[in-house]
């Protein structure tokens, strides 16, 4: 049973790292100048990075299905392979239209890979422990820009935008057949587990959900409120953490007029402290059984720290300090809320619920990242894009504050 934590998890944080390199590089490409090389305006250079919010919207759905249905694990790897092409011809392609569809495609193949993920280790961890390996998955965020916002802008220094674009892409195919050999849907296919070892997860796993309320179908599951409401606290709050992390190189930059390797180094900070407040946030969770009181209160910090840089956009010392709180604050919650759905649902509908939240999630990211990109070209400074993400996470963590307890732990007392 320990196994588990040394064979699924780092394969999963590993996955979700370079999936996020893919995605979040992007900022760096437009703040080293990717406009000025294709000759775009920077409207057409917000498009660009929000095209891949509206690509990862289309598919997860249906890739939950058949995540659950047949494997996650050749889902993924398909998709590890797909992704990797893809991010490489980023910086291939001289194409303003050709460049807006490979983004778009880019989005569709990354967009398996969250509730894949969620849906895999369901079979392989318990209730007691799942905020903890959903943060650790997700840890993938916050702990790949982190080290990408340093490593990507020496790079790009060194080497130019487009080719930091083709060696960045390359991982991901690679890894991918490494995920194939190291990981396996479900413990019984896993060789390394023992029958008894099976069994005992196994009966856990049915346990907890005989507890939960049976859940006919998908169409019974949209008719229960919370989860329209919980797709609409996702969708406001990604509009705060896309908008964030694709824009913030730019934002760096601007407000401290420094080059673009000083610009990394300090584009890095939010997320050391993000790794640090999610490992917290995941271990008090499962540890208390509560998952609503781990997630408010860090959205409506992160809301108050966006209007903080808002007011104080003309000093960039104090800017950028209440941007270091915000980004920490908004990943803090995502292992308790990702640990929310299938404590509410069974899991005939738990993996395509979390699919479905997490595509209004994507379709708040295009919202994010297109707006925040599209005032900063229109106003030319960053105050408005922090107004918006400020406002969007305080209304998500409104709507975790007053939603209904019921069955599952969403209560919050």
């Known amino acids: 049973m320990r196994r588990r934590w040394a064979q699924i998890v780092p394969a999963v944080f590993v996955t979700y790292s370079l999936a996020y390199v893919d995605r979040a590089n992007y900022g760096f490409g437009a703040a080293a100048g990717l406009a000025e090389t294709l000759h775009i305006t920077g409207e057409r250079s917000a498009l660009l990075g929000a095209l891949f919010f509206l690509g990862y919207f289309l598919f997860q759905v249906p890739g939950a299905a058949y995540a659950r249905r047949r494997s996650a694990r050749r889902l993924i790897f398909w998709a590890l392979v797909s992704w990797g092409v893809l991010a490489s011809l980023t910086g291939v392609i001289r194409s303003f239209w050709l460049l807006a569809a490979d983004r778009l495609l880019l989005g569709a193949t990354e967009s398996f890979i969250l509730p894949g993920m969620l849906i895999l280790l369901t079979q392989w961890f318990t209730r007691a422990e799942r905020s903890r390996t959903n943060t650790l998955l997700i840890l993938g965020n916050p702990v790949t820009v982190l080290w990408m916002s340093a490593a990507t802008g020496y790079i790009i220094h060194a080497v130019g935008w487009q080719r930091a674009f083709v060696i960045e892409g390359v991982p991901s195919v690679l890894w991918g057949f490494v995920w194939l050999w190291l990981i396996r849907d479900r413990p019984e296919d896993a060789a390394w587990m023992s029958a008894e070892g099976c069994a005992e997860l196994r009966g856990e796993l049915e346990a907890e959900q005989r507890v939960i309320p049976r859940v006919a179908n998908m169409g019974a599951a949209l008719r229960d409120g919370r989860v329209m409401w919980l797709c609409a606290q996702y969708f406001a709050w990604c509009v705060g953490v896309y908008g964030f992390v694709l824009w913030l190189p730019t934002i760096v930059q601007r407000g401290a007029a420094r080059g673009i390797a000083v610009t990394g180094l300090l584009s890095a900070v939010p997320y050391f402290f993000a790794v640090l407040l999610m490992l917290a946030a995941s271990y008090f969770s499962d540890r208390s059984g509560r998952r609503a009181r781990f997630v408010w209160p860090f959205l409506m910090v992160a809301g108050m720290a966006f209007l903080g840089s808002y007011l104080t ?26 640990a929310m759905i299938p404590e509410m649902l069974p899991a005939n509908v738990a993996g395509e619920v979390t699919a479905l939240v997490n595509s209004c999630g994507a379709l708040g990211s295009f919202v994010g990242t297109w707006a925040v990109g599209w005032l900063q070209a229109r106003t030319g400074d960053s105050r408005a894009g922090f107004l918006l993400m400020g406002a969007s996470l305080i209304f998500a963590g409104v709507i975790i504050l007053f939603l209904r307890s019921g069955p599952g732990d969403l209560r919050e007392g």
């Open 313 to 338: 956009a003309s000093h960039f010392a104090w800017a950028f300090g209440f941007l270091v709180i915000a980004g920490a604050a908004m990943y803090a919650p995502y292992g308790p809320f990702f």
